[in-house]
């Protein structure tokens, strides 16, 4: 079996596909389009891709690519999230951080407070960044990252836990074309359906119809999210999680009950989501 991950080596999204599938085939990917890709032109079975972080919030591209490719959620692994500063051991200084742009992010604070002056990069990945400043040594730059990457690529980190916040923590999801739930022999800690839904028209009222067949029900959403389609200002599908056991008949007709409204819903899967263990 192989499973794709957005890579390269080192990356947090392999430690997350490693704890999720030690005993399979990784393939890195140098993008998260390209994890989706690989599961719908059949490369891989699986994929493994971030979807949200406690700091940040939700990557809108994953969000977006659950719209749009035919895939579902087989499970979520919630990992904590260090990041370090690191550089190429011959420097001694360094003129530029790179990063990803959530690492960059959930570390602004502490960059701001230490390095104003030095600017920053966006770059695909933590892992690929310190790939990048362990090839060019002649470079004055610095990349955040984790120990990983520092170990696997042999830079030398000169700041540790530089992220803002101590409760940093990214949710994983795996990806396939089947409609099935990974049962792993991790912490469980809660069990819940992923929905996409869009609603007929803009009109008022139309938002408080749907969540309002989850509400007599007594369901409880655990998230809500709007995404634009792209199709012009004011149009916006949703992401919500229901947070619950499924049940064949309440379940079941809560999402009828929404289609009878004219809404469109996409179901991603049921699932159990578990706990990283370092």
């Known amino acids: ?41 059949n490369e891989v079975d699986k994929a493994v891709v971030p979807l949200e972080n ?45 990063s990803h742009p959530q690492a960059l ?27 990048l400043v362990s090839e060019n040594q002649n470079e004055k730059w610095a990349a955040i990252a984790n120990r990983y990457s520092a170990k696997l690529y042999g830079l030398k980190i000169i700041r540790e836990n530089i992220q803002d916040f101590e409760q940093n923590h ?10 099935s739930a990974l049962q792993l022999p991790l912490p469980k800690t809660s069990e819940k359906t992923s929905l996409i839904i869009t609603l007929p028209e803009d009109h008022a009222g139309g938002l408080h119809q749907v969540l309002s067949v989850f509400a007599w029900r007594k369901m409880n ?31 079941q007709n809560a999402i009828d009950e929404i289609v009878s409204l004219g809404s469109q819903v996409k179901f991603l899967g049921h699932y159990d989501e578990y706990v990283f263990v370092e």
């Open 1 to 41: 079996m192989k499973i794709a991950y957005l890579g390269p080596q080192a990356s947090f999204t392999q430690l997350a596909a490693s704890q999720i599938f030690p005993d399979k085939e990784l393939v890195p990917q140098s993008s998260i389009l390209d994890c989706f890709n690989a599961v719908k032109n």
């Open 54 to 98: 406690s700091i940040e919030g939700t990557v809108s591209m994953t969000l977006d690519y659950l719209y749009d490719f035919d895939v579902f959620i087989e499970t979520e692994l919630v990992m904590p999230i260090a990041h370090h500063l690191m550089i190429h051991p011959d420097n001694e200084v360094f003129e530029k951080v790179i």
């Open 105 to 131: 992010a959930q570390t602004f604070h502490f960059r701001y407070d230490h390095f104003k002056d030095i600017p920053s990069q966006d770059f695909s990945s933590t892992a690929a960044s310190a790939k």
């Open 170 to 179: 990214t949710k994983f999801i795996v990806i396939s074309k089947q409609k």
């Open 221 to 251: 959403l655990s998230k809500i999210e709007s995404r634009t389609l792209k199709t012009g200002l004011g149009n916006y599908f949703f992401f919500i999680n229901v947070e619950s056991e499924w049940h064949n008949v309440l379940s």
